[in-house]
């Protein structure tokens, strides 16, 4: 449904996007995750047939981006990073004039905006200025004009960025409630959101593809080690030392005022580092376990090896 060949984007000496290829499966939603910078709205534009690639291949809703960019723009939605909302329409006004401008047919284009506001939750503020509504609301709206020509592929550049806590979670279970009727790729630069709103994820930093594939695959393709984060009353040098004499720990590092501690995967010795901090009185305020996907997009952003 979306298929991504060597994409590379140029701006003159700038490498935006390097080489990207990936594939997401119809009916999934997936997430397109990178630190700012990363070439996320870069690569959803490209997707999206607004900006042309320098090299690369793309293939989106049956349509090659390249050669047919107008078939991809009508075929698909598009929440673009900033939505352009016309503040003195109304919620269904400016839906009805989306529907026009995306070629639905005249006949169904009362239907399309019904239907974009109840899966969008905009039915109590329809009749509603656009100004006058909140920014989750505006954001609800966002969605709702991407899904006005009932699209089989969404694409949303950074779907919750702004708003607040209580309006992040309305906006990611609106997202969730659509999986399965389509195929979605979101962009974000936290991992939360694709923890709790993604079947997989693109992970990609300074235009580079760094990991692809299912939250499961991932997971285990990288936690080649198992372990546990400890913080401790004090989590310096002096307590990394007596981890390291732990038998089966294999490394212990250091990490602002927490220590990580690992040994092969497969084997298990928290019972061992839960003893010693206790016998040693280190005050043990937390231990938790290490987070394969977690650690993985730290290391990628933090420019540790990750592999
Ligand atoms: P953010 O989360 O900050 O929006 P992003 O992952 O979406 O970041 P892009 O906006 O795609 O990243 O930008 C990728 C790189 O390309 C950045 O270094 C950016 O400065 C550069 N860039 C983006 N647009 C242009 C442009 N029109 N001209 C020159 N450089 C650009």
Redesign the pocket.
Known sequence: MIEVQDLTKR??E?A?VKGLTFKVEPGRIWGLL?P????????MRILTGYLPATAGRARVAGHDVFDEPEAVKRDIGYLP?VVPLYQDMTVAGYLGFVAEIKQVAKARRKEAVDRAIVSSGLKDVRRRLIRNVSRGFKQRVGIAQALINDPRVLILD?PTIGLDPAQIMEIRELIRGLRGERTILL?T?ILPEVTQVCDGVVIINE?ELKACGSLDELADSFERTDGVVLRLRRSGAGEADLFRGVPGVEKVSVDGSELRIEWARGRDHRDDVARLALDKGLGLREMRSLAGIEDLYMNIVSGRSAQ
């Open positions: 701006y003159g700038i935006a990178g700012n910078g990363a070439g996320k709205t870069t690569t990073e950074e962009s630069h235009g």
